[in-house]
């Protein structure tokens, strides 16, 4: 944790944040885009988020009070971000949240950069028919592989919570996996 608080100081110290923060990129960069990655499905929409994530991260980072470690505070930027992204472009094209999830994951096969086979893509599009915060859940469990106790800290869930909704989501998608 000392190491977390020294590197937060250097990215706050005028002097060394731009080397600070060029590392902060690296590191968090691959995860952060795949975070992203599974909330929006499209490759050049992610990158637009990541970016506005690193900016939002840059802007605020004189505001973070370290209650939680930097990887779930900004995990929970790219979230908001990614969830925001998703919202308005569907209001942009008269479309609910959902209609364009279900959209998107339609659209994977097209996705030069999605490289996953067909049971993949059936997955892809069970996951698009979840509850927002199930979605959620569930690619942060599945994918990122991410603990409880880390997802709790990002979506400010308990525990308990966070079980749950991964157990209906599970469920949700063995059934549409058997039907379809």
């Known amino acids: 944790m000392n190491e977390e608080k020294e590197f937060i100081s250097q990215l706050l110290n005028p002097e060394t944040q731009n080397h600070a923060f060029k590392l902060l990129v690296q590191q968090y960069q691959k995860p ?12 050049d929409d992610t990158d637009d988020v990541l970016q506005n994530t690193f900016l939002k991260v840059h802007q605020h980072l004189k505001n973070f009070k370290g209650e939680s470690k930097l990887f779930s505070w900004m995990y929970r930027i790219a979230t908001n971000e990614a969830i925001s992204f ?25 996705d030069v950069f999605f490289d996953g086979n067909e049971i993949q893509l059936k997955l892809q599009k069970a996951i698009a028919l979840l509850p927002e915060k ?9 994918f990122e592989e991410l603990k409880y106790e880390e997802i709790s800290s990002v979506l400010g869930t308990s525990v308990g919570a966070l079980k749950a909704s991964y157990h209906h989501a599970v469920k949700k998608i063995e059934l549409f996996m058997t039907v379809n």
Do not use: C, P
Request: aromatic share 6%; proline share 0%; glycine share 2%.
């Open 134 to 142: 199930q979605q959620l859940v569930f690619k942060m469990k599945y």
């Open 86 to 110: 998703i919202k308005e472009k569907a209001k942009k094209r008269g479309i609910s949240s959902d209609t364009l999830q279900i959209e998107l994951a339609a659209n994977l096969q097209s």
């Open 32 to 43: 952060l885009y795949s975070l992203i990655r599974n909330i929006v499905l499209n490759h």
